[in-house]
């Protein structure tokens, strides 16, 4: 059985991922419409990715005996400047998803519940992962210029 203080903590990280998919699918709307289909594509596609952690979360507290709960999703961000201001936005929201993660794991610990210390273990290497993949795009972003948008926009695209 999983503890009371963990099974909430893991509930507000499901709300976290959930805001996140949603902060991405908000993301995938501005950039199609403003002509980006390849980086619209692959934020549709890390939009999903979060939902699916949300899912994992819950399942998760289900299989140890607790209640995956959803809660208010506040609104997200609608707009932005530039592609490159996107995917900084993108990094940042990264960071502070590790941190939470890593609270998370410091509650399992506090608890001293093995089991999900190790289950979150996952989830923080995933986000070393994104992390480093959204900072990759944000460098590719600034070299490639006005003109070489595209060419990056069309690499993403093939995610």
């Known amino acids: 059985m999983i503890s009371e203080k963990l099974q909430n903590a893991i509930n507000e990280q499901i709300t976290a991922e959930m805001w996140s998919s949603n902060l991405y699918l908000s993301m995938s709307f501005y950039l199609q419409k ?7 594509s692959w934020m549709r596609k890390q939009s999903q990715e979060e939902l699916q952690h949300a899912y994992d979360l819950a399942d998760y507290l289900v299989k140890r005996g607790g209640a995956a709960k959803v809660d208010k999703i506040d609104v997200v961000p609608q707009g932005w400047g530039s592609v490159q201001e996107v995917f900084e936005h993108v990094y940042k929201h990264e960071c502070h998803v590790s941190s939470l993660i890593d609270e ?5 610990s506090e608890v001293k519940d093995k089991a999900s210390q190790d289950f979150l273990w996952g989830f923080v290497r ?3 992962e994104e992390e480093a993949t959204a900072q990759g795009i944000v460098d590719k972003i600034k070299k490639a210029g ?10 993403l695209g093939q995610r």
């Open 34 to 40: 403003e002509g980006f289909d390849g980086f619209a």
């Open 104 to 108: 998370l794991v410091n509650v399992a």
């Open 126 to 128: 995933e986000q070393v």
């Open 146 to 155: 006005d003109t070489g948008i595209f060419f990056v926009d069309s690499q």
